[in-house]
């Protein structure tokens, strides 16, 4: 590690510690020295749980022998959660079971993505990674067809915002609006990259592999564009108020496993594809910065920053104060999605449905109970538009 740890409490040390599931003896040992160091139990608790990482925490500490040495009520807290995780992510795989059912009928190919995927293979399905909801990438063309088989079956949409976007739900946002059932919700993904590139999420798909045994019609990522996909996941929320250290983890803990995967003469140039050499550059610097992990030896991989950045500083703040990290300023939601959209046909439906949205979609975006509360708001929601709109002219100077 770097002399960046050196400014941290034991508690936050313990909290980075604790992101691998693997341990060198070296490291146990260091682990062991780490705690004795802690005094602030419930200080460390409340950050695990707030950083959704109080799972692996526990388990961990369990696993390398040190969860004796921690007070009763803080072990039954993380104990206790633990077990709450993985009967969550029980039930939320049996839905998962049930969406590839109606896939594999309908010859829908599903990739899992993100927590879905890595709870599977890389946390060995054992409670660890924390999920909350179901994340799965489907063909571009198949995307509302298999939208609308769900709906057949159970599953509610959230609110759409025009139904002049129903065509155009592929190319919005980063998923079409998520879908809920049993009070999970499912998102389903069409793209994965930006920059119009639809290269690389062809290649995501294609590159798939069925999961081994008896689940129908699942398939795992590949790992290096899952590792890219991630890395512009997280360089996503980087930018909003939603970022939490399990983030981190599923990038180092992929590092220590896949690594000859990941890090070869293919990767530089995917991430300068998919716009990401950047993103890449910051996540690799801080791994090496908080971790020490190494990686000199990739080749066609910039030289990675371990100096004080306003990337590290970020990183510490986040790290101590996860739920009021407001990450930097925010892509605009009416101008991104038009530069993704193609054709002006399409451009202008779309912003038809978002300058005149839905009585239902004004109801769920600003927490009305009526329609006529949803209507009051629409000029508000006009001067909104025509601000940013003044502003990005302005911008673009």
Same mark, same amino acid.
């Given at each position: 590690?770097?002399?960046?740890?050196?400014?941290?409490?034991?508690?936050?040390?313990?909290?980075?510690?604790?992101?691998?599931?693997?341990?060198?003896?070296?490291?146990?040992?260091?682990?062991?020295?780490?705690?004795?160091?802690?005094?602030?139990?419930?200080?460390?608790?409340?950050?695990?749980?707030?950083?959704?990482?109080?799972?692996?925490?526990?388990?961990?500490?369990?696993?390398?022998?040190?969860?004796?040495?921690?007070?009763?009520?803080?072990?039954?807290?993380?104990?206790?959660?633990?077990? @709450?995780? $993985?009967?969550?992510?029980?039930? +939320?795989?049996? #839905?998962?079971?049930?969406?590839?059912? *109606?896939?594999? %009928? /309908?010859?829908?190919?599903?990739?899992?993505?993100?927590?879905?995927?890595?709870?599977?293979?890389?946390?060995?399905? @054992?409670? $660890?990674?924390?999920?909350?909801? +179901?994340?799965? #990438?489907?063909?571009?063309?198949?995307? *509302?067809?298999? %939208? /609308?088989?769900?709906?057949?079956?159970?599953?509610?949409?959230?609110?759409?915002?025009?139904?002049?976007?129903?065509?155009?739900?592929?190319?919005?946002?980063?998923?079409?609006?998520? #879908?809920?059932?049993?009070?999970?919700?499912?998102?389903?993904?069409?793209?994965?990259?930006?920059?119009?590139?639809?290269?690389?999420?062809?290649?995501?798909?294609?590159?798939?592999?069925?999961?081994?045994?008896?689940?129908?019609?699942?398939?795992?990522?590949?790992?290096?564009?899952?590792?890219?996909?991630?890395?512009?996941?997280?360089?996503?929320?980087?930018?909003?108020?939603?970022?939490?250290?399990?983030?981190?983890?599923?990038?180092?803990?992929?590092?220590?496993?896949?690594?000859?995967?990941?890090?070869?003469?293919?990767?530089?140039?995917?991430?300068?594809?998919?716009?990401?050499?950047?993103?890449?550059?910051?996540?690799?610097?801080?791994?090496?910065?908080?971790?020490?992990?190494?990686?000199?030896?990739?080749?066609?991989?910039?030289?990675?920053?371990?100096?004080?950045?306003?990337?590290?500083?970020?990183?510490?703040?986040?790290?101590?104060?996860?739920?009021?990290?407001?990450?930097?300023?925010?892509?605009?939601?009416?101008?991104?999605?038009?530069?993704?959209?193609?054709?002006?046909?399409?451009?202008?439906?779309?912003?038809?449905?978002?300058?005149?949205?839905?009585?239902?979609?004004?109801?769920?975006?600003?927490?009305?109970?009526?329609?006529?509360?949803?209507?009051?708001?629409?000029?508000?929601?006009?001067?909104?538009?025509?601000?940013?709109?003044?502003?990005?002219?302005?911008?673009?100077?």
């Amino acid at each position: 590690m770097s002399d960046h740890i050196d400014n941290l409490t034991p508690e936050e040390r313990l909290l980075l510690s604790l992101c691998r599931v693997e341990f060198t003896e070296k490291q146990k040992d260091e682990l062991s020295r780490i705690i004795r160091g802690v005094t602030d139990w419930d200080h460390f608790v409340r950050a695990a749980n707030e950083h959704c990482m109080i799972s692996q925490c526990w388990y961990t500490l369990d696993a390398t022998g040190n969860s004796a040495g921690i007070p009763s009520e803080a072990a039954a807290l993380m104990r206790n959660a633990y077990f @709450r995780n $993985l009967a969550q992510n029980t039930f +939320i795989y049996r #839905l998962l079971v049930e969406i590839a059912s *109606l896939a594999k %009928r /309908e010859s829908v190919r599903i990739v899992l993505l993100k927590g879905s995927a890595l709870e599977k293979t890389l946390y060995g399905n @054992r409670g $660890l990674r924390h999920l909350s909801d +179901i994340d799965i #990438l489907v063909e571009f063309d198949k995307a *509302l067809y298999f %939208r /609308e088989v769900l709906l057949k079956n159970g599953f509610a949409s959230v609110p759409e915002m025009s139904p002049l976007h129903r065509k155009l739900l592929p190319y919005l946002k980063r998923h079409l609006p998520a #879908l809920s059932k049993d009070g999970i919700y499912t998102e389903l993904h069409a793209r994965l990259f930006d920059n119009g590139n639809e290269a690389l999420t062809t290649e995501f798909l294609k590159s798939s592999a069925a999961l081994p045994g008896e689940d129908p019609g699942l398939f795992l990522p590949p790992v290096q564009l899952h590792f890219l996909y991630l890395v512009r996941h997280l360089g996503r929320h980087f930018s909003t108020a939603d970022l939490k250290l399990k983030f981190f983890a599923d990038l180092l803990n992929l590092t220590y496993q896949y690594r000859s995967a990941i890090f070869n003469h293919d990767l530089a140039g995917k991430a300068r594809e998919a716009g990401l050499e950047q993103e890449l550059q910051d996540i690799l610097s801080l791994l090496t910065m908080f971790w020490g992990v190494s990686f000199e030896d990739i080749q066609g991989v910039a030289r990675v920053n371990t100096g004080r950045s306003a990337v590290s500083d970020r990183f510490i703040s986040f790290l101590r104060n996860p739920e009021t990290y407001t990450g930097q300023e925010r892509s605009d939601p009416l101008f991104s999605p038009l530069k993704e959209i193609p054709g002006l046909f399409r451009k202008t439906l779309f912003l038809a449905g978002y300058i005149f949205p839905s009585i239902g979609y004004m109801k769920s975006r600003y927490h009305c109970r009526t329609a006529a509360g949803a209507l009051v708001r629409y000029p508000a929601r006009w001067g909104g538009i025509f601000s940013r709109a003044i502003r990005a002219v302005v911008k673009g100077r």
